[in-house]
């Protein structure tokens, strides 16, 4: 007689579930009971099972409890459904890899069973659920999860080279999960900002055997060192595919717009809603390439799509909002247009979303014509910029810059401009946008001037105090880098530049208490502005060990 091994080890293995922390969310009493006597006898003790009834309860139990094991129902009642669950707590680092979570649903349809795979649940189930094939399941993932523990808790401990070695230690001798463990060690490379070695090891897994995963992952490197051709070139094997991998779709588009080609960042873009319609960003991103395009219907539909998915989502964005006025305001429709800025005043109250809120709302006067109005708006919020009491980000200063050209202040429009080029110098995305608003007022040769000019003016006061101190002249390179920050305080290398030349000063010289502190300011304000840079890291390292030493 013929025995399946796979078939013992999920019904023989005795799973032990003793001192974890488990968490049901189902709306109905009848299901979390169920739930709650199957994990029982997996040894999960009673006390440690928690219930939700809906999205917001598991979200509060989430932030206080750190579960080792979630059932979460898709469908939830009114309010969060089970999918935004996920997100949030994923977004809001609520669990972490060692988590199981299983998704438990009814819905069979495309559009929900994709949508929720995008967060990657360890599992999605169909109802009705029975006790065997939950119980199979259960099996096979905390399999998983018990191999990759130690690198888990690594990994929690931000002890990133440890993870990477233990990484390393099982791929010896755990043949079954070489694939995730590779894909582990490449994710933790990319993270470090070791993209040499990360290189190498993809193109070692990719002679191999054709990995999608990492295909897209030294794509997202050659998107790094801004081998834009290349990048594309990888991301279209692999959608074409494998056109349900909608992290390749949004990578390819993301890398299309880098290259300035909208069309086919838009054609992208749509395939991927067709397939996951129920991504907040993704028709947020649809939405702004087609405005581009000059699509108004079709961008007035996606920000108006994703203003209702963003409803009870973390992932909710005020640019959604502002597109949908824009958009309504550009299709003859500004009464709605207003509306719709008056709810996004409601929800968001951060003062860079009331900059753009304001500006935008001038634009849709102008375009009504209302001049007047549009002018008072401008001149109001100029003033505010000025002084100080609002504080736009860069998409801020762009839409304010767009508002006082078209009321005919071109001076502070070109100021705001040449402001928003010095911190972002090497943004092309950036620079395509301030020439598309000097060529809208009538001025792309003399905007196409001012913008090298700012460029290559930023470029050299960032590098200056790098050069500086590899020539060993300490004090000027911290003079220098001082004044930079001065000048571009929300320039991400200027403020990475600065951390790097206090640190290799203080090694030569010594650390003070306000160095020390200068150094992580600069370093807390880089990661603020872009979260997750390897540099951070690295230097945050080299930082902590030298204050270690004091």
């Not at 169920?34 to 939700?52: D, P, Q, Y």
């Not at 795979?117 to 399999?143: F, G, H, M, N």
Request: with cysteine.
């Amino acid at each position: 007689m013929n025995i399946n091994p796979l078939a013992i080890a999920t019904s023989d293995v005795e799973l032990n579930f003793s001192g974890k922390n488990v968490l049901i969310i189902d709306d109905y009493m009848e299901m979390r009971s169920i739930f709650r006597e199957i994990l029982s006898s997996c040894g999960a003790e009673v006390k440690k099972i928690h219930m939700a009834t809906n999205g917001n309860e598991a979200i509060a139990w989430l932030k206080k409890v750190p579960f080792d094991i979630v059932l979460c129902d898709l469908i939830l009642g009114s309010g969060k459904n089970g999918q935004q669950v996920l997100e949030e707590a994923k977004h809001q680092s609520l669990v972490g890899p060692s988590c199981l979570w299983i998704m438990i649903t009814a819905e069979k349809t495309m559009e929900a069973v994709t949508g929720t795979a995008e967060y990657q649940p360890d599992a999605y189930l169909l109802k009705p659920v029975t006790e065997a094939s939950l119980r199979a399941r259960l099996v096979k993932i905390w399999a998983k999860k018990e191999a990759f523990a130690e690198i888990h808790k690594a990994m929690k401990q931000q002890d990133y080279a440890r993870a990477m070695s233990l990484c390393d230690q099982r791929l010896s001798s755990d043949k079954a999960n070489a694939a995730d463990l590779l894909r582990t060690k490449c994710d933790l490379l990319l993270l470090t900002g070791e993209y040499d070695r990360a290189k190498q090891v993809l193109k070692g897994i990719l002679a191999e055997r054709d990995f999608p995963w990492a295909k897209a992952a030294l794509a997202k490197l050659l998107l790094k060192k801004n081998d834009l051709d290349a990048a594309r070139n990888l991301l279209e094997e692999v959608v074409e595919s494998n056109p349900a991998y909608l992290e390749a779709q949004d990578l390819l588009a993301h890398t299309l717009q880098a290259m300035g080609d909208l069309a086919g960042a838009g054609n992208v873009l749509e395939r991927a809603a067709k397939l996951s319609p129920n991504s907040v960003i993704r028709q947020k991103n649809l939405g702004q390439v087609s405005m581009k395009l000059g699509k108004m219907e079709d961008a007035e539909r996606a920000f108006r799509k994703s203003v209702a998915l963003g409803e009870y989502s973390v992932l909710r964005t005020a640019d959604a909002y502002l597109g949908l006025a824009k958009a309504c305001s550009a299709n003859k429709n500004p009464a709605q247009a207003l509306k719709v800025l008056g709810q996004l005043n409601k929800k968001f109250a951060a003062d860079e979303v009331r900059v753009k809120a304001l500006a935008v709302e001038g634009l849709v006067h102008q375009q009504s014509g209302n001049g007047e109005k549009a002018k008072q708006i401008a001149d109001e919020l100029s003033q505010a910029i000025g002084s100080g009491s609002m504080h736009p980000d860069s998409d801020g200063a762009l839409e304010a810059a767009r508002l006082l050209m078209v009321t005919g202040d071109k001076e502070k429009a070109i100021e705001l401009l040449q402001k928003e080029i010095k911190n972002n110098p090497e943004s092309a995305a950036l620079l395509r946008d301030v020439a598309e608003i000097f060529d809208q007022a009538g001025m792309g040769e003399e905007g196409s001037r001012l913008i090298e000019t700012s460029r290559q003016e930023a470029m050299l006061i960032m590098n200056r105090g790098v050069l500086l101190i590899s020539k060993g002249q300490y004090e000027e390179a911290l003079s220098a880098m001082r004044d930079a920050y001065a000048a571009m305080p929300a320039n991400i290398r200027v403020l990475l530049n600065l951390a790097h030349v206090i640190i290799t000063y203080m090694q030569k010289n010594g650390a003070t208490p306000e160095l020390i502190d200068e150094a992580r300011h600069s370093l807390r304000t880089a990661n603020e502005l872009s979260p997750g840079e390897p540099r951070f890291i690295r230097l945050t390292d080299t930082l902590n060990e030298l204050t270690a030493l004091r």
